[in-house]
């Protein structure tokens, strides 16, 4: 077997092991090392010490010098090293300050107080509690950009809410799980964070050009909730005023300026350091990270069981994406080593395709991976794999980048593996269906479908912020 097909039978193994159910972080590391230790294997330089022993050596320093000799592999090196970039990596520094902001914010009991004030302020909007609570989830899983924790609680929040009020159950469920992806397509996204160590895209200029296309999702799901309350009034019937009571105008301003002015100042700040240069995106995230701890005080909600689990939460995911990319820079070396990226190369050139062709085939792919895997997999471990076929079809990273993380909000809403559709299963009262979600889910999974369109046919959408504020 050829080392190139010795690559290609690498990655056809990971992903089988994959859909068997095994760690993905811990099966990459072990293929990576398993697979590099016959790519890198040179007998003569590692067995050289102990070949030279005479035949008058005691049988312990026979065995320590062939153990040693055993270990004496550069894929060993080539382990530590790229365990060491990565925990090195400045970039991937912003990912547990954001994270321990999200959870802070979370356990700040900040969401029912938005989601009663933007209920009450939009009251006279048809479908006025959809529009709420799809506002609530864009700001909230802004500032968090965890999605199960996103959906999770909005679902206890705003689902019965929606349910009491004699909304459509799909249409209720579909609104809540589309809102709670958003957060890892607006920035400040965790998700773009790690697109840009993998890629090495700047990430300052990835959070403006994820600005445009997040508002234009945000604003489709808008437009339909709306649209459809009007279009069909039963699915999101008019509040009475016992359900929603009338609040002076004074008494509601005060309402906004103590529960939607804290969270958006606090994510308008970090963003805005990040995108002005007032701040580097770990330095922002730092402050982040303080201000979701000051709006908990301030909310009288830190105590030292909920600050507790936020470190837990924050420390467990960033293991998780720490080790990923370790695994997968592992394995990426080896299979190129190898090879393999030279063949998928070869094979993409040979297929002749345009730049919009590979651009549509490269999303498929994306689309279907999103089925079985989850968003951080497929950024750390197969985005790279396109990576290098962007400079061949003269296509920017960037761009790239942002149909991306367009793309992984399918990953939640597409049956039969919508995660965010399990999340709220999870939670739901016994008489909401799991067809209902998925039902309801749809017509946001077609949104996500046209804003795709719209950023594919004008493509300035994406860099008419990087290059108004940081040039060409």
Known sequence: MTDPQ?????????????FLGFPIAFTLMAMGIGFGYYAYFDADRMWRSFNRLDDFAGTWD???????????NRIFDLFINQTYTVMSNEVLTAVPLFLFMGYVVERANIVERLFTTLNIASKNVPGSLGVAALITCALFA??????????????????PAMLKARYDTSFAAGIICAGGTLGILIPPSIMLIVYAAASGTSIVRLYAGALLPGFLLVG???VYVVGRSIVQPSVAPKPTDEEVPHVPALRLIVMIATSFLPLAVLILSVLGSILF?????????AIGALGGLLL???????????LRESVYLTVRT?????????????????????????????????????????????????????????WSEIIIIFVPIFLPLLEMFGIDPLFFGILVALNLQTSFLTPPMAMSAYYLKGIAPPEVKLTQIFAGIMPFLFMVF?????????????FYLPDAIYGN
Request: glycine letters at 8%; charged letters at 5%; a negative charge.
């Open 318 to 374: 960033t293991a998780m994406v720490c080790w990923l990319f370790v695994g997968s820079y592992t394995f990426s070396s080896v299979f190129s080593y190898l090879g393999g990226e030279t063949v998928i190369s070869e094979f993409v050139r040979g297929l002749d395709l345009s730049p919009l062709e590979f651009l549509l085939l490269a999303q498929l792919i994306i689309f279907l991976l999103g089925w079985p895997l989850e």
């Open 450 to 462: 046209l804003s795709m369109a719209v950023v594919y046919i004008f493509p300035q959408i994406v």
């Open 6 to 18: 010795l690559a290609l039978t690498m990655l056809g193994l990971f992903i089988f092991l994959v």
């Open 220 to 222: 489709l799901y808008l």
């Open 296 to 306: 908990a005080v301030s909310y009288r909600a830190l105590t030292f069981q909920r």
């Open 62 to 72: 026979s065995f320590s010098l062939w153990v040693d000799g055993f270990f004496n």
């Open 277 to 285: 240069g007032l701040a580097t995106p770990t330095e922002a995230a």
């Open 142 to 159: 802004t500032a968090t950009g965890i999605v199960g924790a996103v959906v999770t609680l909005m679902g206890l929040l705003a689902l």
